[in-house]
């Protein structure tokens, strides 16, 4: 007789408990990794990055294609320069570690000593395309 069978407290209000539980951390896992993918999507630091390799690279190719006036140079060491101030606002969660500020402004140093006293031949230019290689290098080697 089913009336004698000891009752077992039924399990639906657990598992109903369970089943809403995995909705709310599914749905909150689900925000943190839009926005996670949303925070990586921000195009600034990427785009400082390959404007500044832009405007290295066109130093580089005019050292070797002997283009080595300061007319040729002065304007792209002037936009390096300037893309230089940038460092810090493209990659705030990196400006606690002072690393990346002491390489920032190490590039930055370069920068200016390059524009007050600007390369006067070829030799002049490739060295310095060699320090401001150094300058970008001091801080990809601990941050990239
Ligand atoms: C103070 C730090 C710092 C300095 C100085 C620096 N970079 Fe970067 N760079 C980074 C970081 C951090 C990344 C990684 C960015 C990422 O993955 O989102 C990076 C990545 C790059 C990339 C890859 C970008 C991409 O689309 O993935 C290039 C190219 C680049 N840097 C060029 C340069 C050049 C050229 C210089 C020097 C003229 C330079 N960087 C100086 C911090 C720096």
């Known amino acids: 007789m089913a009336s004698q069978e000891p009752r077992r407290p039924s399990n639906a209000g657990r598992y109903l408990f369970l089943f809403l539980l995995g909705l ?6 689900a925000v943190m990794g839009l926005r996670a993918l949303q925070a990586r999507a ?29 007319s040729d140079s002065l304007p792209r060491l002037h936009s390096l320069r300037a893309l230089a101030n940038d460092l810090e606002p493209a990659f705030p969660g990196l400006t606690d570690d002072t690393r990346f500020g002491t390489a920032a402004s190490g590039l930055r140093a370069v920068l200016d000593e390059a524009l007050a ?24 080697r601990d941050f990239r």
């Open 42 to 70: 921000d195009p600034f630091p990427d785009a400082l990055m390959n404007v500044m390799a832009h405007q290295g690279g066109a130093l580089r190719n005019a050292a070797k294609a002997n283009r080595c006036s300061t």
């Open 24 to 29: 709310v951390v599914g749905a909150i896992a």
């Open 117 to 140: 006293t600007p390369p006067q031949d070829c030799a002049q230019l490739a060295t310095l395309n060699e320090r401001i290689g150094e300058g970008c290098k001091a801080c990809h």
